[in-house]
């Protein structure tokens, strides 16, 4: 998913504004709204007043803008959430309203203006969800109330998300020693550019699809712009077997670790797992491992305790593994 470095949280709200007042979120100077980095938002005194559009006929009107990505391969959705609303006066709680437009000129001007999805309003936390956005478009989030921020402090956190407006890395692989993969960006501004990071075994750290060719397992951040807002995402490939095998378990039924569970295994339905005693006999096989071993023979009688030998086959053609073999001990 897509992250980026600043986030405010609501917290001592009085004490903030006092420290930090904000010059921002008007019409004419709206407040930057950058995808899955939570903003407090507070409804100012100075904040443009009586808009009538949609469902908003406000005193007070708080404005956002953010920028929808670059992908023109995904649909243009996004969702708002604003939450932890803090905006009561004398008469209770306030009706805050919000719709999401799109404006080439004044975004509170009624007639430059085209909504873009619903309008929503209410007292408590509000979600405006659409999938109408253009891409690499800027919209403005516009929320109004008729509360006066001067008598009382109306505070909120506001959040953006969604294909339309985030940039994400694909994919996470599982690769066997010496072969390679394609990590790709999906979304953001391809006129800013991207950089991976670390660089470790890249063909190119710069590129929106690099090569990689690990000999290790790593993790890769891609960052990359949207808009004003900086944005990353990450991936992770993993070097050598994409399952974990235990060397022990107890199946004397107590229903705590009764079964040989096998993590990852459930990815490989053609998988053959065998399980041999000292003599090199053959007393456990499964094709496909759905019902994880119980610590019985071939007979359906317990096996003594004592420790087992196995060979796992993953018998996957994009994931060309040698056997995996390694031992077991059953505990009773």
């Given at each position: 998913m897509c992250r980026i470095t600043t986030r405010l949280?609501?917290?001592?709200?009085?004490?903030?504004?006092?420290?930090?007042?904000?010059?921002?979120?008007?019409?004419?100077?709206?407040?930057?709204?950058?995808?899955e980095a939570p903003?407090?938002?507070?409804?100012?005194?100075?904040?443009?007043?009586?808009?009538n559009f949609e469902c908003i006929d406000a005193t007070h009107v708080a404005v956002m803008r953010f920028r929808s990505?670059?992908?023109?391969?995904?649909?243009?959705?996004?969702?708002?959430?604003?939450?932890?609303?803090?905006?009561?006066?004398?008469?209770?709680?306030?009706?805050?309203?919000?719709?999401?437009?799109?404006?080439t000129g004044d975004p509170c001007d009624?007639?430059?203006?085209?909504?873009?999805?619903?309008?929503?309003?209410?007292?408590?936390?509000l979600v405006w969800e659409s999938s109408m956005l253009d891409h690499n478009s800027e919209y403005f989030l516009l929320i109004g109330t008729q509360h006066d921020?001067?008598?009382?402090?109306?505070?909120?956190?506001?959040?953006?998300?969604?294909?339309?407006v985030t940039m994400d890395a694909c994919c996470n692989h599982t690769l066997i020693p010496g072969s390679s993969a394609d990590l790709t960006v999906v979304g953001g501004d391809p006129a800013f550019g991207y950089v991976w990071s670390p660089d470790f075994y890249l063909s190119d750290p710069d590129a929106?699809?690099?090569?990689?060719?690990?000999?290790?397992?790593?993790?890769?951040?891609?960052?990359?712009?949207i808009g004003d807002c900086q944005v990353s995402s990450s991936v992770t490939v993993t070097v050598g077997s994409p399952i974990s095998v235990p060397n022990s378990f107890t199946p004397n039924g107590d229903n705590v670790n009764d079964f040989w569970g096998i993590d990852g295994i459930a990815a490989f339905?053609?998988?053959?797992?065998?399980?041999?005693?000292?003599?090199?006999q053959l007393v456990h096989r499964s094709l496909g491992y759905a019902q994880p071993w119980d610590g019985t023979g071939r007979s359906g009688n317990p096996l003594t305790p004592g420790t087992y030998y196995y060979v796992i086959e993953l018998n996957d053609a994009d994931l060309p593994?040698?056997?995996?073999?390694?031992?077991?001990?059953i505990i009773r």
């Open positions: 949280f609501l917290g001592a709200s009085a004490l903030w504004m006092a420290s930090m007042p904000l010059s921002a979120q008007t019409c004419s100077d709206p407040q930057l709204l950058c995808p903003q407090s938002v507070f409804v100012l005194p100075d904040a443009d007043a009586f808009l990505d670059h992908d023109f391969a995904n649909p243009g959705s996004a969702r708002i959430r604003i939450s932890q609303v803090s905006c009561e006066g004398a008469a209770g709680p306030d009706t805050l309203s919000a719709v999401v437009v799109s404006a009624p007639a430059a203006i085209t909504a873009m999805g619903p309008c929503i309003s209410g007292t408590d936390d921020p001067a008598d009382t402090l109306c505070a909120m956190v506001v959040e953006l998300e969604g294909d339309g929106a699809t690099t090569t990689v060719t690990p000999a290790e397992t790593i993790t890769y951040q891609v960052d990359g712009q339905p053609g998988a053959k797992v065998e399980v041999f005693n000292r003599w090199g593994l040698p056997p995996e073999t390694g031992h077991v001990a």
